[in-house]
């Protein structure tokens, strides 16, 4: 018999279960088996003459499975024309083809076994598979197959797949990161290959070396060096030939003139004569320069690549419920009012909220949370979200660009497009620096020309111009701000404007309202005193039979409670309810209501201080409640964090209650006022302004608008009105306060960086230009120095991207419906 490691399946070496027997036959020999889904596919792989993936694999085989119905119904989705629009490309009539992300792809052996497997399906021309990032382009003849159905048999065989679709964003910046890449690649190579001819001749490693030698060696490097400063140099070339056209100035232009100037002058020594050429430096110079332009890219497009990514991570179809019956449909096809099933493993296909079943939801691509969120009947779900657990029915509300995906996206690219006011004054500096540079450059040449001569001069100009480009000048601060917003989106706070993150840097105080921000925003029964003769179940049962239909927020503190309903419920506007239960009338409330019509030696007071209702019947109280809205539970180490950042800390409250002063003597607050209208917390503001204070406000309601229009910055939680949503500067998409502190430390760090950034290529440039201008620096060590300070500067803001909180784990994204 076939062996694989004892007591493991030949095709994909799980271990196999005790008792099976299950044998295949592979090249004349039995080999042990798991299951009868890999018996049926080694048994295929054989019977197609492709038996020797088993000798060429390096690691386990994906366990085939059988492709239950569902998938099948949302694979066929595929075989749609408008489902195939945006992926697949129309070669001819008998010709179509596609890119597809295969999963479950674990060596070459898979790859082999993949590409002639698809091979052998009636209908598919070929299927080309890229390993480093498991895409493959399948063609086949939509006459013959449907795209569905090839799918379904790469599943058949253990390999999850799905059409690759790019937006057209994300393509236009493959095709320039590869371009960027094959520039890198050609200058390195013509850097590499010209040192080795300027080295000897710098350093005199080799004597006696003759005149045409010498000649040779320069006409080598000059046919080196043409495609570096055609190819590789073009793009500063095209800049600084635009800005020249527009009349402005930018760093593309000292970089395009001192490499044409070198390579011109260059030539101009290798057809004449003179005694060094520059061919070397003008290869370092464009290597250097597009290498620390790529890191600053690849920063940049970190937070371009996370908005795409919420986007992707919608799914391609949906499990829509119509008259009690189940259909895949496409995503596009969703109404508001459908009702879809939603299996553990699979991600939410729009907004809604839940009809049937209890799960939890991985909220992490949206908020930054790791830990799942639990999630019930009528608990609200966000479309891009993951099922964990239990299967579910939800109620869809939103659906395209109504949904809060969506919406996150607009202000994210509304962010973007705003500049912040450093940003903009460095690249003020930076334009006054480079023609400071300039002017610079050619008093000193002209000094040289008079001293040394027209050579030494050009050197020296040279020299100067490289050194002092500005790069980490420009890159000092946009930088910065974008990695620094970019791991912010990640872990759940959304900038929304431009000036966010320099407003909570310099925050001397932090104005918060109560309810829903720091409290969780739903009142819960914190405590309950029965009568004698009744326990705890049964009065909360009774309550939350009363309850059962209100929609007001004391009802919802006694849903988790109900067994059954009242009847002939009757609503008193602001003091309670009373209504039938089994024949008996009882009525819950407010203490007044509750006992106006009971005999005097029966009313009793409140319990206690606090919110309290009361529950009776006709003869007497029966019970007593303390309802209370709970804190959020990191409320306190959040307001601890940043009392200790040294910022001032103040509630500003339109709850009357005494709970106001509980809570803010609890969190440990320098002020509170209570039973604040919107008018008197503006006034609040004001003052403190005046004061010279800068103010953050976090908020949640409507009523809170006002006074975060006049506040220095304003943040929203996460479960705030659209209104307030819309008017905040920045909005907080997880339910943990210690998100606010993170933004704070983000945002302190950031302005630390930026400033170390400035601070260093300030330096750098002191140091950098008396030298090249003593003629101590020569062109290539000039490029050396110029782009390593650009590097470092680049590297320097990739520290905001790192998480503080080790402990988390990375985000799980597992979407088996997305495409």
């Known amino acids: 018999m076939k062996q694989s490691p004892v007591g493991l399946c030949y095709h994909c070496e799980s271990p196999i279960p005790e008792g099976v027997d299950i044998v295949a036959q592979i090249d004349g020999e039995p080999a042990a088996m798991c299951c009868h889904g890999c018996k049926a596919v080694a048994e295929a792989i054989v019977a197609g003459g492709l038996s020797d993936f088993y000798r060429q694999r390096t690691a386990s085989a994906a366990t085939p499975s059988e492709v239950p119905p569902e998938k099948q119904r949302e694979l066929a989705l595929f075989n749609r024309q408008d489902m195939q629009k945006d992926f697949v490309r129309v070669l001819s009539d008998q010709e179509h083809e596609c890119t597809l992300i295969i999963g479950d792809i674990t060596c070459a052996a898979c790859v082999w076994l993949l590409e002639r497997f698809a091979s052998e399906i009636p209908g598919v021309n070929s299927l080309h598979i890229n390993h480093s990032n498991h895409r493959g382009v399948v063609s086949w003849d939509p006459n013959k197959i449907g795209l569905g159905e090839i799918l379904t048999r790469l599943h058949q065989i253990g390999y999850r797949s799905y059409p690759y679709h790019p937006n057209t964003e994300q393509q236009l910046q ?81 970089v395009a003139l001192a490499l044409w100037l070198a390579f011109l002058a260059s030539v101009w020594i290798t057809i004449f004569g003179g005694p060094e050429v520059y061919y070397e430096s003008v290869c370092m110079f464009a290597f250097l320069l597009l290498l620390s332009r790529y890191i600053e890219r690849k920063v940049r497009l970190k937070g371009i690549q996370s908005s795409s990514f919420l986007m992707s991570s919608m799914p391609a179809a949906a499990l829509r419920i119509t008259n009690g019956e189940e259909e895949v449909v496409a995503l596009a096809d969703l109404r508001p009012g459908d009702l879809v099933r939603v299996k553990p493993g699979e991600t939410i296909p729009a907004d809604g909220y839940i009809r049937e079943g209890r ?56 962010a973007g497009r705003e500049r912040p006011r450093i940003a903009v004054m460095a690249n003020r500096v930076a334009r006054y620096f480079i023609s400071a540079t300039l002017l610079v450059s050619v008093l000193v040449g002209w000094y040289w020309w008079h001293q040394e001569g027209p050579h030494e001069a050009f050197r020296v100009i040279l020299s100067i111009l490289v050194v002092t480009c500005p790069c980490a000048l420009s890159l000092a601060t946009p930088t910065a701000l974008t990695a620094a917003t970019t791991a912010l989106r990640q872990r759940g706070f959304l900038i929304a404007r431009s000036f966010v993150l320099e407003g909570i840097a310099n925050a001397t105080t932090f104005v918060f309202d109560k309810t829903g921000t720091l409290t969780e925003g739903r009142l819960v029964v914190e405590e309950v005193i029965p009568a004698p003769g009744y326990d705890r ?250 782009s390593v300070s650009s590097l470092i500067v680049a590297l320097n803001a990739l520290r905001l991207t790192r998480r503080e909180d080790k402990d988390r784990p990375a985000t799980n994204i597992a979407a088996p419906t997305q495409a």
């Open 174 to 254: 493959e095709r320039q990161d590869k371009q960027m890449l094959i520039r890198i690649i050609v200058a390195g190579f013509g850097m590499m290959q010209s040192m080795m001819f300027a080295l000897p001749l710098y350093f005199q490693w080799v004597e006696d070396i003759s005149g045409g030698m010498i000649d040779l060696l320069r006409w080598f490097s000059f046919v080196l060096t043409l495609p570096v400063i055609l190819y590789s140099s073009h793009p500063f070339t095209a800049a600084a030939w635009r800005d020249l056209k527009t009349r402005s100035m930018t760093m593309d232009v000292p």
């Open 359 to 414: 799960t939890s939801v991985n909220e992490a691509a949206l908020t930054g949370e790791y830990l799942p969120v639990s999630k019930e009947p009528g608990s609200k779900i966000i479309g891009g979200t993951v099922n964990i657990e239990s299967p579910l029915i939800a109620e869809i509300t939103a659906v395209g660009e109504n949904t809060q995906m969506s919406a996150i996206m607009r202000i994210m690219e509304r």
């Open 537 to 786: 179940e049964q009065v909360l049962a009774l309550a939350a039979a009363l309850e059962y239909h209100s929609v007001h927020p004391i009802a919802a503190a006694f849903h988790p409670y109900r067994q059954s309903m009242a009847n002939d419920v009757r609503t008193v506007s602001g003091l309670g309810l009373e209504g039938t239960i089994e024949g008996r009338q009882y009525r819950i409330g407010v203490a007044e209501f509750v006992q106006s019509e009971l005999p005097e030696s029966e009313k009793q007071a409140m319990p206690g201080q606090g919110h309290w209702i009361a529950l009776a019947n006709q003869q007497e109280v029966i019970a007593w409640f303390k309802l209370n809205d709970r804190i959020r539970p990191d409320a306190d180490e959040a307001l601890q964090a940043l009392r200790a950042m040294g910022t001032k800390l103040i509630m500003l409250s339109g709850d009357r209650s005494s709970v106001v002063a509980e809570v803010g003597e609890q969190l440990g607050f320098d002020e509170v006022r209570g039973g604040c209208s919107p008018e008197d917390k503006l006034t609040a503001m004001q003052e403190l302004q005046a004061k010279g204070e800068q103010i953050v406000m976090v908020g949640d309601g409507i009523n809170d608008v006002p006074v975060m229009a006049g506040a220095h910055l304003s943040i929203a939680m996460n479960n705030a009105s659209d209104l307030t949503r819309l008017n905040a500067d920045a909005i907080l998409l997880s339910d943990r306060l210690m998100g606010l502190v993170n933004a704070v430390r983000t945002a302190r760090q950031t302005k630390k960086i930026i400033r170390e950034n400035l601070g260093w290529s300030i330096l750098y440039n002191v140091l950098a230009l008396p030298l090249a201008m003593a003629g101590l620096v020569t062109p290539w060590q000039a490029a050396i120095g110029m």
